[in-house]
C-alpha cells in the first residue's frame, strides 16, 4: 500500500526500525520463548531493558548524576497534580506562566491541590498566545517553583531558551518536544513529558528530577510520590513494560541517528521547509509570531473554516493523515516529530500547493 | 526452540493467537498504513478499539448499565489511593479485610489520605494467611465501604462467595482473577484489576464502577476522580492505546473461547491437576486450606529453601519459568492464569515427580 504520512500530535509517528524490531521479537523476546509482553518485571531480561533505557537517555539528554529518572504512568495531565503535591512545600507557592491551553490545565489542577497558592506571572492571553510571554527573572515572586510548558502542542509556540528565575527551581512540561532540541537538564529542577510524542507509546511518563527536591516531599501515597517511586526505582508498583521496552528501542535508534543535536538538526531543515512555505503562499498561513515557533507542532489556516476542512480532506485522500488542528483552535497542524521524515512535509506542501493553485483559479 | 512455560504472577502468559495478531498488524492497523501506537486516541479508529474493548467487557462479566468500566492507569496501587478519596467521603471510614500482602498495602495507602478511618475488620493473620479470614455481615462497623482482596496472589488464597455487609458497598481488589472465576459485579460497589495477569500486558488498570457511587465523589485532581474520568470515558488525557487494544484483543479471545464460565471450567481443571499432586506428594505440599485456596496462583514448598532452589533451577533447565516464589514468602508460584495451557500444569507435574523421585533415594 502507498506510504501514509502521519501528522497527528500524539499518540503519533513512531521510527519504522523500532516498529519492526518490535514486530521481529513480539512472539519471543531476546529467545527467551515469551513475549516482552509477558516477562515478569522482576526478571533479569526486564531490569536490563530499564537499565538501558535510562542509560540511554541520559546520553542523549546529558542528564547528571544528581538527576534521578523515572518511568511513570498517567500522562503529564498526572504530573499537573503530583508536582505540586511533592514541590509546592516550603512556600505552597507556584508561578505559572500562562502560554496557552496546557499551561492552564497545569493551573487548574495545581488549584485543586489542598493549600497551594497559584499565581501567573505572565501569559501570552493578549496576542491569542500566537506568541510567548516576555519573561525575566524579575517577575518570578516568592514561590516552590516555577512552571513553564517548554512547547505548546495546541499554539504551536516553544521556547527556545529557558529563562531564569534566580534560585527558584523551574518545572518544565516538554511532552512535545523532549529529545527534539537540545536543553540543558541543569536549567530545570524538574523535566516531565508524557511518551506519545517523541519517546514511544502513550502510558508512559518520563519525570527527569533534581534529587535534592525529591528527598525533601512529604509523606505521600506511593503512587504519588517521587520520594517513594525514585526509592523504588520506578518499580514499586508493575511498571508498564512494553512501552518501557519501546521507548528504549526509540532512545537507542535516536542514538544510532546522531543524537538531540542531529534531531534539532532535521527538526530545523523539516519545520524551516513548511515555515518558508507557509510565510510565501496566499492561501495558507502560520497564526504563530516568528521568534515563538515550534519545531515539532505547526499550525496553519487558511483562515476560512470551509477552506481549511477542504485541504483536509484533500490532504487525506493524499495519505497525509492527522492533519486537523486540535478542537479548541481548528485549522490545521502538522506534528513533525522526531520520527517524522522530511518527504512527508515535502508531499504536504506539493498538495498545499495544488490545493493553492486551484483556490487561486476560484477567486 | 522448546516450548517455555511461563508461570511468572504478573507480567505473564497471554494467549497466543492475541500476540500473533498483535504481531501481524503491528505496522499497519486495518490497512492504515499506521501502526496501533500510532494512531491518535481522538481517531475513529481508536475510539472502536476501546468501545469494542468495553462492550466485549460487560459481555463477558455482566456488566449492568448502571456500572461504569474505566480504563486507566498506575495499577491496583493506585486505586489504593483513589478508591479513598472518592468514595470514603460521608462517613470517612474504611472497613478492610487483611487477607495478607495486598489487602495490607491498600490498607497503608489509605491510611496515607487526609482524614480516613481504617478499621481491619476481620484477619488471617493467625493462620499465617493461610487461611482467609471468617466474615459476616455483623463484623461491618459504620463505614464509607468494605474492601476486599479477592484473590490474594501471594498467599494464594480466593474468596469463592462474596461476603455481603447490609448496605455497605464492597470494593474489590480482583487483579489476579478477574475473568477467571465467575463474580457476580452486582455483590460490589466497585472492582478494580491491574491488566497484568487476565487482561493484557501492564499498564492499564480496569475500573468497574456503580455509577451512583461515581456521582457523589468530590472535586479532585482530574486523574484522580472517577467522576471526572467518566465523564470524559477514560480520555481525560491520552489513555494506553497499545494496552487497551491488546485488552481488547484478550477480550475478543475468551469471548470465542466460551466466556467467563468456560475459563472457570478450565481454571479448576487446572489447578485441580496440581493440587491433587501437591496433596499426594511426599516432597511438595500447599501451605493453604483446602476451602481457601485459589484457582489462579498456587503457591507450593518443600520446606527445604535449599531443595526449593534445587527445584526451581530444574525446572527453569526444562523451560518452566517464573516459578520462584514471592520474595516475602519463598518457596515456589505456579499461577494458573486464563491463558495458561493445561500442557504447562501436565509438565510441571512430570517434572515435580521426577524431583520427587530423586529425593526419595537420597531420604
Known amino acids: 500500500?502507498?506510504?501514509?504520512?502521519?501528522?497527528?500530535?500524539?499518540?503519533?509517528?513512531?521510527?519504522?526500525?523500532?516498529?519492526?524490531?518490535?514486530?521481529?521479537?513480539?512472539?519471543?523476546?531476546?529467545?527467551?520463548?515469551?513475549?516482552?509482553?509477558?516477562?515478569?518485571?522482576?526478571?533479569s531480561l526486564f531490569a536490563d531493558?530499564?537499565?538501558?533505557?535510562?542509560?540511554?537517555?541520559?546520553?542523549?539528554?546529558?542528564?547528571?548524576?544528581e538527576y534521578d529518572v523515572l518511568f511513570l504512568q498517567g500522562g503529564a495531565t498526572l504530573q499537573f497534580t503530583m508536582a505540586p503535591m511533592n514541590l509546592a512545600i516550603n512556600k505552597k507557592k507556584i508561578d505559572f506562566v500562562d502560554t496557552g491551553h496546557w499551561a492552564q490545565r497545569a493551573i487548574e489542577e495545581a488549584r485543586l491541590v489542598d493549600g497551594i497558592e497559584v499565581t501567573q506571572i505572565t501569559s501570552g492571553a493578549d496576542s491569542k498566545y500566537t506568541s510567548l510571554p516576555e519573561?525575566?527573572?524579575?517577575?518570578?515572586?516568592?514561590?516552590?517553583?516555577?512552571?513553564?510548558?517548554?512547547?505548546?502542542?495546541?499554539?504551536?509556540?516553544?521556547?527556545?531558551?529557558?529563562?531564569?528565575?534566580?534560585?527558584?527551581?523551574?518545572?518544565?512540561?516538554?511532552?512535545?518536544?523532549?529529545?527534539?532540541?537540545?536543553?540543558?537538564?541543569?536549567?530545570?529542577?524538574?523535566?516531565?513529558?508524557?511518551?506519545?510524542?517523541?519517546?514511544?507509546?502513550?502510558?508512559?511518563?518520563?519525570?527527569?528530577?533534581?534529587?535534592?527536591?525529591v528527598e525533601k516531599s512529604p509523606d505521600l501515597p506511593a503512587m504519588l510520590s517521587y520520594k517513594k517511586l525514585v526509592a523504588k526505582n520506578s518499580t514499586l508498583n508493575t511498571p508498564p513494560v512494553f512501552a518501557i521496552y519501546c521507548a528504549g528501542?526509540?532512545?537507542?535508534?535516536?542514538?544510532?541517528?546522531?543524537?538531540?543535536?542531529?534531531?534539532?538538526?532535521?527538526?530545523r531543515k523539516k519545520s524551516k521547509l513548511l515555515y518558508d512555505y507557509l510565510d510565501s503562499s496566499s492561501v495558507f498561513q502560520s497564526p504563530v509570531a516568528i521568534e515563538s515557533r515550534s519545531l515539532t507542532n505547526?499550525?496553519?489556516?487558511?483562515?476560512?473554516?470551509?477552506?481549511?476542512?477542504?485541504?483536509?480532506?484533500?490532504?487525506?485522500?493524499?495519505?497525509?493523515?492527522?492533519?486537523?488542528?486540535?478542537?479548541?483552535?481548528?485549522?490545521?497542524?502538522?506534528?513533525?516529530y522526531n520520527a517524522f521524515p522530511i518527504e512527508g512535509v515535502e508531499k504536504l506542501i506539493t498538495v498545499m500547493e495544488k490545493f493553492e493553485l486551484e483556490h487561486k483559479e476560484v477567486d
Do not use: C
Not at 516555577?146 to 527551581?169: D, M, Q, S
Open 49 to 65: 531493558i530499564q537499565k538501558n533505557a535510562e542509560g540511554n537517555l541520559r546520553k542523549l539528554m546529558n542528564i547528571p548524576d
Open 298 to 336: 505547526i499550525p496553519f489556516v487558511t483562515g476560512n473554516a470551509e477552506l481549511d476542512k477542504q485541504f483536509i480532506a484533500l490532504a487525506n485522500d493524499n495519505n497525509l493523515v492527522g492533519l486537523k488542528g486540535h478542537r479548541l483552535v481548528g485549522g490545521m497542524r502538522a506534528s513533525l
Open 135 to 213: 519573561i525575566d527573572d524579575s517577575l518570578q515572586e516568592d514561590a516552590d517553583y516555577v512552571h513553564i510548558t517548554l512547547n505548546n502542542t495546541i499554539e504551536g509556540t516553544a521556547f527556545k531558551i529557558v529563562p531564569t528565575f534566580k534560585e527558584v527551581p523551574i518545572i518544565g512540561d516538554m511532552s512535545s518536544n523532549i529529545l527534539g532540541q537540545r536543553y540543558n537538564v541543569t536549567d530545570f529542577g524538574m523535566i516531565y513529558a508524557g511518551a506519545q510524542k517523541n519517546i514511544g507509546p502513550a502510558g508512559l511518563t518520563v519525570v527527569i528530577i533534581r534529587h535534592d527536591l
Open 1 to 43: 500500500m502507498a506510504i501514509v504520512y502521519n501528522f497527528s500530535a500524539g499518540p503519533a509517528v513512531m521510527p519504522k526500525e523500532v516498529l519492526e524490531k518490535v514486530q521481529r521479537e513480539l512472539l519471543s523476546y531476546k529467545n527467551s520463548g515469551m513475549s516482552v509482553m509477558e516477562i515478569s518485571h522482576r526478571s
Open 249 to 267: 528501542l526509540v532512545f537507542e535508534w535516536l542514538l544510532a541517528q546522531g543524537g538531540v543535536d542531529e534531531m534539532e538538526k532535521r527538526n
